[in-house]
C-alpha cells in the first residue's frame, strides 16, 4: 500500500512524499533484479522491518524480575521472553557463579544469515514466530564449569559453541582484549580495579 505524506520544512514549501509499505514492513529502497539489468527501470522494491516491534517487548517485566532475582540462575532465568531490545546479560553471584545470556527477540537465520534481502514473495525470510527459542539463545550457566575463569564481553563476536548464528557484523575484539588483560593483571578485584577497568580509556589499536 501507499499514501502521500505531507513534511513541513523550515524555510522552504512543503514536500509531498510518497509513503510505501508491505507486509514485510515500509519500503525502504529499490534494487536491480540481477546485475546485468541494473539500468533497467523494472525493480525490487526493498521492506525493512524490525521483528520485536511485533512482539511484545518485555522490558519492564525482565527489569523488575532482574531486581528480584538473588543469583545467576534467577537472573537469567528473567529475561525468557524477553523481547526487546536484544541485550548482553552478564553478572556474578555471591556463590562464586559468572553467567550470561544474549536476551531478545532474534530470527531464526535463513540461508543467507540476513546479510542480503530475501524474496519476500515466497515467504523464504524468517517470520517473526520463527524466533530462536529462549534455550536456543547463546548463553553460560556457570563460568567455572566450563572451564573460564571469568566471562568478557564487549560486543565482540561470541564462539561458535555458544549458539546459532546471530550477526555477520560485530564489534573489533580490541576492547574485549583489553579487559581481558585487565581482568588478569591482577589475582584479586575489588571496586576500585572495577572502576578502572570501566574508565580505562586505552586503546590497543592506536
Keep these: 500500500s501507499s499514501h502521500s505524506e505531507v513534511l513541513q520544512v523550515r524555510g522552504q514549501p512543503p514536500r509531498t512524499i510518497l509513503v510505501e509499505s508491505s507486509s514485510h514492513g515500509p519500503i525502504v529502497g529499490e534494487i536491480p533484479r540481477t546485475h546485468a539489468e541494473a539500468g533497467e527501470e523494472t525493480r525490487y522494491k526493498v521492506a525493512l522491518q524490525w521483528d520485536a516491534v511485533k512482539q511484545h517487548a518485555g522490558s519492564i517485566s525482565a527489569a523488575f524480575a532482574a531486581n528480584r532475582a538473588t543469583n545467576c540462575a534467577t537472573l537469567l532465568e528473567a529475561f525468557d521472553g524477553y523481547g526487546a531490545p536484544v541485550q548482553n546479560v552478564l553478572a556474578a553471584d555471591a556463590d562464586g557463579r559468572a553467567c550470561f545470556r544474549v536476551a531478545g527477540w532474534i530470527p531464526r537465520a535463513t540461508a543467507n544469515n540476513g546479510l542480503v534481502p530475501e ?29 573460564l ?15 546459532e548464528h546471530l550477526s555477520g557484523e560485530w564489534d573489533r575484539p580490541n576492547r574485549y582484549q583489553r579487559i581481558t588483560t585487565m581482568l588478569l593483571a591482577e589475582s584479586k578485584h575489588d571496586r576500585q580495579s572495577f572502576q578502572r577497568i570501566q574508565y580505562d580509556v586505552r586503546s590497543e589499536e592506536a
Design 149 to 163: 575463569p571469568f566471562i568478557t564481553n564487549a560486543n565482540q563476536q561470541l564462539a561458535g559453541e555458544l549458539g
Design 119 to 147: 524474496p519476500g514473495w515466497l515467504n523464504s525470510g524468517a517470520q517473526p514466530s520463527e524466533r530462536l527459542a529462549d534455550q536456543e539463545m547463546p548463553q553460560i550457566v556457570d563460568a567455572k564449569a566450563k572451564g
